[in-house]
């Protein structure tokens, strides 16, 4: 079955040590996207590739960096985690629409992420 | 900026009721509207989409989408104890959705 993949499904790290979440997909979507999302919260858009190119939200702290090296993967890297990192993250994909319109997005099951 | 607003609830509903659960959204030039389904612990899944004025049937599933009043609403029929969950309205923007935080239902037996 087509899915969205996501590594570790939990990750606990140290305040200030780096970690890298990765995100597969065999959808062959051209757009996946990372989200943050807390308890109670809506998921909170980090960044998006369309293809190879890099959308970056506004307010995405430095921290948080992402590579797409190839169509399939995608990672997550969180440059010094803070306790308010701590979080639901979330991979999810979708086919690329014209003139940018969006189409559905398909969610990876999430890496729960604890900063002690 | 770009809003979408849900009732948080939660919306309390007995088993076999219809369930309705509402969104606003504030960009009148929004073209797709999807609605997705969260489960404590889990990530949002996909349950509806609906890109045109009127209704759309899925099963249980009607999604109604009213553009003129920038509204779209998703009615569960027959709902059962499984239905409880966090309910999700996504606007789509360009190549990206806006999320509602979301309406909790709760199915009571």
């Known amino acids: 079955d087509a899915m969205v993949i996501q590594n570790p499904r939990y990750q606990v790290t140290q305040f200030g040590k780096p970690v890298t979440l990765s995100c597969s997909q065999t959808?062959?979507?051209?757009?996946m996207y990372w989200y943050q999302q807390k308890s109670s919260q809506a998921p909170k858009l980090l960044f998006h590739y369309y293809d190879k190119d890099f959308n970056n939200e506004a307010d995405t702290p430095d921290n948080f960096q992402s590579r797409r090296p190839n169509t399939s993967f995608c990672f997550l890297d969180i440059r010094s985690p803070g306790l308010g990192d701590a979080a639901m993250y979330l991979c999810?994909?979708?086919?690329?629409?014209?003139?940018?319109?969006?189409?559905?997005?398909?969610f990876g099951p999430g890496t729960r992420l604890t900063v002690t | 900026q770009k809003e979408v607003e849900q009732n948080s609830g939660p919306l309390s509903v007995p088993e076999g009721a219809i369930a309705s659960l509402n969104c606003t959204y504030s960009d009148r030039g929004s073209q797709s509207f999807f609605w997705y389904r969260q489960y404590s612990g889990k990530s949002p899944e996909l349950i509806m989409s609906i890109y045109s004025n009127g209704d759309k049937e899925d099963g249980r599933f009607t999604a109604q989408l009213n553009k003129a009043s920038q509204y779209v609403s998703l009615l569960i029929r027959d709902s059962q104890p499984s239905d409880s969950a966090t309910y999700l309205c996504a606007v789509g923007g360009f190549q990206k959705l806006v999320f509602g935080t979301g309406t909790r239902l709760l199915v009571s037996p």
């Open positions: 959808l062959n979507h051209n757009v």
């Open positions: 999810a994909t979708s086919r690329g629409g014209g003139r940018g319109l969006s189409y559905e997005q398909y």
